[in-house]
């Protein structure tokens, strides 16, 4: 079936920090990857889309500049946090969606603390 | 008209029991309907998912019931077991879309031994 990952698994950071995270897509190629943030008991909450070699999409209320979205090839998406906050702390899922089928692939996503 | 209502919010069954979480949608542009499970600290994975010309699907002990009409959805879990205490979430995408997934709030499914 189809595999994503996602690194760091959970990363603890100061606040003012940057983090980044990474999702790959390991047995497919990936057209649209899709970046999702879910606090505790709500539901998945979409951040982003980003297509590979263009600009990320920013849902309504996401600041763009603050979550910098890469998509650099069909397999690698990054997602980096930038002057986090202790706000930021949350679980951040990415998903994967390839050029056959509509089918989105959830990575294991990644706990963000930041103190 | 994007929203998913997803119910109910939690739900306590008897191991061997049926579990059923019902969706309900606005927008007739939605074309494919996936189900997800969560466990805690983890990423949501596919279980299951349906197309409008199709009223019903099953995948082992998940069966998918859809009604065009009434714009409703629904998961059964026949013979629910303790290892499928998990959330569950509905989803409804749109055609010609990137296919960003719209989610239901999520059903917290407890199955009792």
């Known amino acids: 079936g189809a595999v994503v990952s996602q690194h760091p698994s959970w990363v603890i950071c100061k606040s003012g920090t940057s983090v980044k995270i990474e999702c790959r897509s390991l047995?497919?190629?990936?057209?649209?990857m899709f970046w999702y943030r879910q606090f505790p008991k709500q539901s998945l909450m979409l951040m982003a889309t980003?297509?590979?070699?263009?600009?990320?999409?920013?849902e309504q209320g996401v600041e763009k500049d603050k979550f910098l979205i890469n998509h650099a090839s069909l397999t690698l998406s990054t997602l980096t946090v930038t002057s986090a906050h202790p706000e930021d702390s949350s679980f951040y899922i990415c998903?994967?969606?390839?050029?056959?089928?509509?089918?989105?692939?959830f990575g294991p996503g990644t706990r963000l603390t930041v103190l | 008209q994007q929203q998913v209502k997803q119910s109910p919010q939690s739900l306590i069954v008897q191991k061997g029991g049926i579990s059923i979480i019902n969706c309900a949608y606005e927008?007739?542009?939605?074309?494919?309907f996936p189900w997800y499970q969560q466990f805690p600290g983890k990423g949501p994975a596919l279980l299951i998912a349906?197309?409008?010309?199709?009223s019903e699907k099953k995948e082992g002990r998940f069966t998918i019931s859809f009604n065009k009409s009434a714009k409703q959805f629904s998961l059964h879990i026949m013979d629910s077991q303790p290892g499928d205490s998990a959330t569950y979430f509905c989803a409804a995408s749109l055609k010609g879309s990137a296919r960003q997934l719209t989610f239901g709030s999520g059903t917290q499914l407890t199955v009792l031994p």
């Open positions: 047995d497919f190629q990936a057209t649209t």
């Open positions: 349906i197309r409008p010309d199709v």
């Open positions: 927008n007739t542009a939605f074309d494919y």
């Open positions: 980003s297509n590979e070699g263009s600009k990320a999409t920013y």
């Open positions: 998903s994967a969606r390839s050029r056959v089928g509509d089918t989105q692939y």
